[in-house]
C-alpha cells in the first residue's frame, strides 16, 4: 500500500511517515501543497493524509483541484483546524476522512484501514483475492489453494496491483510507477521482467494464463 503524506511540519510529517511505515505502508512525503498536488498527479497512491494549512496551496484548495481533475484517491484530513465548518467543508469538497490534532496513533492506522477497506484495496480481514489467489496484506504473503506462492516483495506489491485493479488493462508506466516508484533508477522494461516471474509462480499451480499481456499496452489479470 502506497501512502502521500502532506504536511508542513517537518516533526510531524516524520511521524505520521514512521507511524505508517512500521504498518508496512509505502510512505511518500510533501512539504507544501504544490509539491503535493504534483505528487499526486504523479503517482499511483493508494491514500493521501493532507493538512488544511499548508503553504503555497492550502489543503482545501488541492483537494478540490484533485476532484475537479477526477483524482478519486481516498484522502484523509489531518489538520488543527477543529471547527465544525472546517469539517464539514473539508468533507463536501470530497475529504473521506477528518481527523483533528492532536490524535492517536492508532487512531490514526484505524481510519486508514477503514477508508482502504471502503474503498476495496483490502478485505475486512486484511486480505485481498481474485479467483483462487488469495493476499494475506498482513504478511505479506500469497497462496492459492492454501499453498503459499513464495513471492518476493516485488512479486507480491505487482501481483497485489493486478488484483486490486483486476480485470482492468494497466499500462507499463502505470504499473511501473505504483511498483517501483518514479525515483526509481531502473526503467519500465522491469515490468515485463517481474509480469514473467509472476507468470513462473502462478505457473506451478496452471494459473499462468490469468495474467494477459495486452498488446502494445500492458497487462490484465482476467480468468
Known sequence: MRVLVVEDDLPLRKIISRILEEEEYEVDQAEDGEEGYFMATSGEYDLITLDVMLPKMDGFSLLRKLRREGYQTPT????????????????DIGADDYIVKPFAAQELL?????????AGKIGVEGKISYGPIILDTHQHEGFINHQGLKLTIKEYELLFYLIQNKE???????????????????????????????RKKLASFNYDHLIRTVRGVGYMLKE
Open 76 to 91: 484523509l484530513f489531518l489538520t488543527a483546524k477543529d471547527l465544525m465548518e472546517d469539517k464539514v467543508q473539508g468533507l
Open 110 to 118: 484505524a481510519r486508514v484501514r477503514s477508508l482502504l477497506r471502503r
Open 168 to 198: 482492468q488493462i494497466l499500462t507499463r508506466e502505470q504499473i511501473f510507477q505504483r511498483v517501483w516508484g518514479i525515483d526509481s533508477e531502473t526503467t519500465d522494461a522491469i515490468v515485463d521482467l517481474y509480469i514473467h516471474y509472476l
